[in-house]
């Protein structure tokens, strides 16, 4: 059975920091790149970062130097650090695979999974 569950959102002033964690089941957490994603309503689900399991990680150029995606293996959870928020980063984020990396079109793409947790929201407000 896959599990996600998303931790870590809240509340944050214009230029703040937030850490996000998610859980994963082991079936879907050890032999993939795992990544971050965020919905605003009305819009699709975008993917902002992601981690291949070597610890590689990729982002999106929207929040590249601000964000850093990390994973620990022996745990199943992977991490968002956010770092100098702004309020376009308003949205649910929520964790899942993601494919492997490619150049190009990567994080233009949508991508869809039959399971999705139910994500944290994040709200950048002052």
């Known amino acids: 059975q896959v599990q996600l569950v998303e931790s870590g959102g809240g509340l944050v002033q214009p230029g703040g920091s937030l850490r996000l964690s998610c859980a994963a089941s082991?079936?879907?957490?050890?032999?993939?790149?795992m990544g971050w994603y965020r919905q605003v309503t009305g819009k699709e689900r975008e993917l902002v970062a992601a981690?291949?399991?070597?610890?590689?990680?990729n982002y999106a150029d929207s929040v590249k130097g601000r964000f850093t995606i990390s994973r620990d293996n022996g745990k199943n959870t992977v991490y968002l650090q956010m770092n100098s928020l702004k309020p376009e980063d308003t949205a649910i984020y929520y964790c899942?695979?993601?494919?492997?990396?490619?150049?190009?079109?990567?994080?233009?793409?949508?991508?869809?999974?039959?399971?999705w947790g139910q994500g944290t929201q994040v709200t950048v407000s002052s």
């Open positions: 899942n695979r993601a494919p492997e990396y490619y150049t190009g079109r990567y994080f233009l793409r949508t991508y869809d999974y039959d399971y």
């Open positions: 082991g079936s879907i957490f050890s032999i993939n790149t």
């Open positions: 981690i291949t399991s070597a610890g590689l990680p």
